[in-house]
């Protein structure tokens, strides 16, 4: 899936929200977008998404200037959990697919669903809904997902589960993967790619190695060192 | 007080005894409410539902004029009913005025408001969540906006019943454009009027326990509806 953001760009009252210009993503790709709060991460993906609809899109996936909805799911930060069961729910995700009830059992195996698949999503705690929702995003298995910080609420163990089967996808099925997350050392465990917003552009972008050994802009530099020191 | 007194007696044996008029009365004052809450749900819904969903221009001034109108005065609604159906009105051929039809129409009017803007305020506090959600993930329009009905059934049902209460308390358009026609367009509301007029208070206060009874009944319905989904949410979450 080839993702090329010619520009996204979103001013509020004369402040720059998002600004990124000439940028594309590679394909079949695990692509982690971190940063500081307000960066503009969420804004970005919306944008890219089309979610947003008062930011100039100019977005070509897979050579298409339109929205492909047929082949791009995307996860919003604020998750909502339609007052359906934990099943039904999943269901939506997989509208009109082949072997859909075989999906929904697979995921509510691998995220430990199964036990709620018959209750109601209000019912659920904060964690548990956004498993919900990560695994309806996925079950479609689309060529382009976008997650904006999936496992925020998340125990460690659902976090690995979910970080696994991110990586799955991607290496069986192709996926290209945008999540944006506040937990760089998630970005550099799953990552083919990492991106550092700052301000609505991004300041740094390259491979987890990269982002490790090298000297970076100093905004992303910043950033990672409130980080490492806050998790010292 | 004795007058009071009498009046609750005459009200009691009035009601158990079955009155003739008293039945004629009731079931016109059923007919009247229920179908124009229903004619003015079967308008109001959609169009709420559509405002609320859509986003365009001129919604801003439409739903404040739909507010607005929500506390339009029965007397203008009966009046423009009146204009409408009166023999030299556009609608004059079809002979309409004083009789259930009108009563119904002018209800519609005053309910179809009320019904819609309640609608928009359930619709608005979920519609950005469940449209964004959707679109995430490449949900059509119209599963949408199914979805987007369900998760507002609460909120609708308030205004249904929001819509009712008002339609069974109205009684100057009703008054206006039904004329009050003993067993023919006489209701609740204008035969208490009525009768009060005439000094018959007995009359008066039965009609007026029925007519709480059933505003009673019907709003108790719908909120035992409505409270069924929260205590149920309640139940779980704690």
Redesign the interface.
């Known amino acids: 899936m080839n993702v090329v953001v010619h520009q996204a760009k979103k001013t509020i009252v004369s402040k720059t929200i998002l600004d990124v210009e000439n940028l594309t993503f590679p394909s079949n790709a695990i692509v982690m977008i971190i940063g500081p709060n307000g960066a503009g991460k969420s804004t970005f993906l919306r944008t890219i998404?089309?979610?947003d609809?008062d930011s100039i899109r100019n977005v070509d996936i897979n050579q298409r200037k339109d929205i492909p909805?047929?082949s791009?799911?995307?996860?919003?930060q604020?998750?909502?959990l339609?007052?359906l069961s934990v099943e039904e729910n999943l269901r939506?995700?997989g509208?009109g697919i082949e072997s859909l009830d075989e999906k929904v059992e697979e995921l509510l195996v691998k995220l430990d669903l199964l036990t709620l698949r018959k209750e109601?999503c209000?019912?659920l705690s904060g964690g548990e809904a956004q498993k919900v929702a990560f695994a309806?995003?996925i079950l479609?298995e689309?060529p382009l997902i976008?997650l904006d910080e999936p496992t925020s609420a998340m125990d460690v163990k659902a976090t690995k589960r979910c970080e696994e089967l991110i990586v799955e996808l991607n290496r069986k099925c192709g996926i290209t993967f945008l999540m944006t997350t506040h937990n760089p050392s998630q970005a550099l465990r799953i990552g083919h790619q990492i991106l550092i917003m700052d301000q609505g552009k991004i300041v740094e972008a390259g491979t987890p190695e990269h982002i490790q050994n090298e000297t970076l802009d100093p905004a992303a530099q910043s950033y990672l060192e409130n980080w490492r020191v806050a998790h010292a | 007080m004795t007058g009071l007194r009498e009046g609750m007696a005459e009200a009691i044996r009035l009601i158990l005894g079955f009155d003739p008029e008293i039945l004629k009365i009731i079931g016109l004052t059923l007919l009247v409410t229920l179908s124009s809450t229903f004619f003015a749900s079967i308008l109001g819904i959609p169009l709420g539902s559509w405002i609320g969903f859509t986003s365009f221009r001129a919604k801003r001034p439409i739903v404040r004029s739909l507010n607005a109108l929500m506390g339009l005065p029965p007397v203008v609604a009966g009046l423009v009913v009146y204009l409408l159906l009166t023999r030299k009105g556009p609608l004059g051929t079809y002979g309409l005025l004083f009789t259930v039809p009108a009563m119904i129409l002018a209800q519609i009017l005053i309910v179809t408001p009320i019904v819609a803007s309640l609608t928009i305020s359930g619709i608005h506090m979920k519609v950005k969540a469940v449209k964004e959600t959707c679109m995430g993930l490449g949900l059509s329009k119209f599963h949408t906006i199914q979805l987007l009905l369900y998760e507002c059934r609460y909120p609708i049902l308030s205004a249904i019943a929001a819509g009712f209460g008002r339609a069974i308390a109205e009684v100057g358009a009703i008054m206006m454009v039904g004329g009050n026609i003993q067993y023919k367009t006489r209701v609740l509301t204008t035969a208490i009027v009525l009768e009060t007029g005439k000094g018959n208070y007995g009359k008066a206060l039965a009609l007026g326990i029925v007519l709480l009874l059933i505003a009673f009944i019907v709003n108790w319905g719908i909120g035992l509806l409505q409270e069924r989904g929260n205590h149920e949410r309640r139940r779980t979450s704690s």
């Not at chain 1, 791009?72 to 919003?76: A, E, I, P, R, S």
Request: charged fraction near 30%; aromatic fraction near 8%.
């Open positions: 998404s089309g979610i609809k909805t047929d791009l799911n995307h996860m919003v604020q998750t909502y339609f007052d939506l995700g509208k109601k209000r019912n309806r995003t479609s689309k976008l």
